[in-house]
């Protein structure tokens, strides 16, 4: 059903009109001038078709019909507060939905999700497809991307852009093994020197630790499977276009759920 369009500023003027008595002391409180006040109520009067004041020697009256609906309107703009304070309460509530790639998940945000809880046991996540885009769409608090930038969103990226060629503890990284290849690998290409390709980095990953070959990945994704010795680092760690970052809509960043959980995963 369409809605009736409502004056609400109008309507807004006039409660203060009628709680006064007087247009300039709605004026005060509305903080416009007695003559805006005096514009806003006339041009209700006309939209309803109706007097709502009378001026008398004593001042200001409510009409009968302005005594009518005056409560009603009281009531429905208590409600209007009501409903801004349960979308400020949504905001800053303790549920987060995150877009993040599973891979990135397993190695790196996992653990560090769960030490956020520790800290705040209140909070609940909600983790989606890692190629989510629409933030309305999937209605997401924030998501981590493996990219050049943050691109249209406000971000940060999780510890400095970086690569790393990892293999098989105790292979020494022969250069006659294969190459893993992953799609989204940057600057790389899947050639005839590859044994296996794979969709992300972790599976890349997993498949040097398994012996599969050498897999050039995020170090930031590796850096665990290095300290527990799943794959041997071959060589320093490498300058690279691309970086994880987490990012989210302007509206979004600006909340203070989400300010507090990208302080915690950006500490370290």
Request: charged share 25%.
């Amino acid at each position: 059903m369409k809605r009736t369009h409502l004056p609400l500023n109008a309507l807004r003027v006039f409660d203060a009109a009628a709680r006064h008595l007087s247009f300039t002391r709605a004026a005060d409180e509305l903080a416009v001038t007695p003559a805006a006040v005096g514009q806003q109520i006339r041009a209700l009067e006309d939209v309803l078709g109706v007097v709502l004041f009378r001026r008398t020697s004593k001042g200001l009256e409510l009409t009968e019909e302005a005594k009518a609906g005056l409560d009603a309107l009281r009531e429905g703009f208590l409600n209007f507060e009501e409903a801004v304070r349960a979308m400020q309460a949504g905001q800053a509530s303790h549920f987060y939905t995150i877009a993040v790639p599973r891979d990135f998940f397993a190695a790196w945000l996992g653990e560090r999700l769960a030490s956020f809880r520790v800290a705040n046991p209140d909070v609940q996540f909600a983790l989606v497809d890692g190629d989510a885009n629409d933030f309305a769409e999937a209605n997401l608090d924030i998501a981590v991307r493996w990219a050049e930038g943050p691109g249209e969103y406000e971000g940060v990226s999780l510890g400095a852009p970086g690569k790393v060629r990892v293999c098989a503890p105790g292979t020494g990284g022969n250069s006659d093994q294969p190459e893993i290849y992953w799609q989204g690998q940057s600057d790389a290409a899947a050639d005839a020197a590859t044994l296996l390709s794979v969709p992300d980095a972790g599976q890349a990953l997993a498949a040097a630790a398994a012996g599969l070959g050498i897999a050039e990945v995020p170090a930031l994704l590796a850096e665990k499977w290095i300290a527990d010795g799943r794959v041997d680092r071959m060589g320093d760690i490498e300058p690279c276009r691309k970086a994880y970052w987490l990012v989210a809509p302007v509206p979004q960043w600006r909340q203070k759920k989400v300010k507090a959980l990208v302080a915690h995963l950006t500490a370290e």
